[in-house]
């Protein structure tokens, strides 16, 4: 698909140019940075129609992993004896349930773009903005903690978002996201069937160049980037079956009851398949530091 483009890379700012990973879907990729911009009408991928496409089982031990990462990271922030923490995209509320047992201070931003249920406890003793990211005007309370979990991919402007946050931090705090991986070698080889892909509303993937020219930018430091084995644990196997089927249902082909038991079953081999080969990882992790 040829596409008659002149955009520039929102990180860099270098010219992009066309990537046709199959014949029918275009992304706009940096060959400086690797940024990754997606249009889903030039490239639709037989994404589904809303927005969650996952499973509560799987999502509860992605949760239970990040809480593990976030908790490691929340330690090293000084003067954290009751952090007050912000997530932005907070879905079902399960992971600043979590922190309110802790005796955190919880705050939140959804777009509600899941049209899930949220967690009582959560409604009840935090505080939550419900809108776009970008048109949440926050209260004046500075957080120690500001993290969002597969969002940033989704945001129509990440740059505005990036300066909320270095002005809503206080000195010294922390910042962390996952997010899809632009570089992934899953992309590579499985193409238009990348489950990230599958997903209607990921319209940019970011590179540890790109995020960290970002980042940069509207002052944080301390930027680290990682490739995490432990997210997003089935991606490669639905990968793999979406290269056999061509249409996504509501909530994609992990609504098939058999695709959600072979995923049961080949778990352990995908695992082992990034033990040896780590850069097909679908995610980045990302920590930075507003400084003190």
Same mark, same amino acid.
């Given at each position: 698909?040829?596409?008659?483009?002149?955009?520039?890379?929102?990180?860099?700012?270098?010219?992009?140019?066309?990537?046709?990973?199959?014949?029918?879907?275009?992304?706009?990729?940096?060959?400086?940075?690797? $940024?990754?911009?997606?249009?889903?009408?030039?490239?639709?991928?037989?994404?589904?129609?809303?927005?969650?496409? =996952?499973?509560?089982?799987?999502?509860?031990?992605?949760?239970?992993?990040?809480?593990?990462?976030?908790?490691? @990271?929340?330690?090293?922030?000084?003067?954290? !004896?009751?952090?007050?923490?912000? /997530?932005?995209?907070?879905?079902?509320?399960?992971?600043?349930?979590? @922190?309110?047992?802790? =005796?955190?201070?919880? $705050?939140?931003?959804?777009?509600?773009?899941?049209?899930?249920?949220?967690?009582?406890?959560?409604?009840?003793?935090?505080?939550?903005?419900?809108?776009?990211?970008?048109? +949440?005007?926050?209260?004046?309370?500075?957080?120690?903690?500001?993290? =969002?979990?597969?969002?940033?991919?989704?945001?129509?402007?990440?740059?505005?978002? @990036? !300066?909320?946050?270095?002005?809503?931090?206080?000195?010294?705090?922390?910042?962390?996201?996952?997010? *899809?991986?632009? +570089?992934?070698?899953?992309?590579?080889?499985?193409?238009?069937?990348?489950?990230?892909?599958?997903?209607?509303?990921?319209?940019?993937? @970011?590179? *540890?160049?790109?995020?960290?020219?970002?980042?940069?930018?509207?002052?944080?430091?301390?930027?680290?980037?990682?490739? *995490?084995?432990?997210?997003?644990?089935?991606? /490669?196997?639905?990968?793999?079956?979406?290269?056999?089927?061509?249409?996504?249902?509501?909530? =994609?082909?992990?609504?098939?009851?058999?695709?959600?038991?072979?995923?049961?079953? +080949?778990?352990?081999?995908?695992?082992?398949?990034?033990?040896?080969? *780590?850069?097909?990882?679908?995610?980045?992790?990302?920590?930075?530091?507003?400084?003190?």
């Amino acid at each position: 698909m040829q596409l008659n483009i002149k955009e520039r890379c929102e990180a860099c700012g270098h010219p992009m140019r066309c990537w046709d990973i199959s014949p029918n879907c275009t992304l706009l990729k940096c060959p400086k940075c690797y $940024h990754i911009k997606r249009n889903l009408k030039q490239c639709n991928a037989h994404a589904r129609e809303h927005a969650w496409g =996952g499973s509560k089982f799987y999502d509860k031990i992605r949760s239970n992993l990040t809480i593990r990462r976030l908790n490691r @990271f929340i330690r090293l922030i000084p003067n954290n !004896k009751q952090p007050s923490i912000l /997530e932005i995209g907070f879905g079902s509320g399960n992971l600043l349930l979590k @922190f309110l047992k802790k =005796g955190y201070k919880v $705050h939140g931003i959804e777009a509600e773009y899941l049209q899930i249920d949220i967690c009582k406890p959560v409604k009840k003793y935090g505080t939550l903005y419900f809108g776009k990211a970008e048109d +949440i005007q926050l209260a004046k309370e500075k957080f120690d903690l500001i993290y =969002g979990i597969h969002v940033i991919e989704h945001l129509d402007d990440p740059i505005v978002i @990036f !300066k909320k946050c270095y002005s809503a931090l206080k000195k010294g705090g922390g910042l962390y996201f996952i997010t *899809p991986n632009s +570089i992934s070698g899953g992309l590579t080889i499985f193409r238009d069937k990348w489950w990230n892909l599958e997903d209607p509303t990921h319209i940019r993937f @970011f590179s *540890p160049q790109s995020i960290n020219i970002m980042l940069n930018r509207v002052g944080f430091r301390e930027i680290e980037t990682r490739i *995490p084995v432990w997210d997003s644990l089935t991606l /490669e196997i639905n990968s793999f079956f979406r290269l056999f089927k061509q249409k996504s249902k509501n909530h =994609g082909i992990m609504s098939n009851n058999l695709i959600y038991l072979l995923n049961t079953i +080949i778990f352990p081999f995908a695992l082992a398949t990034r033990m040896i080969y *780590p850069t097909i990882s679908p995610s980045l992790e990302v920590t930075a530091r507003k400084p003190l």
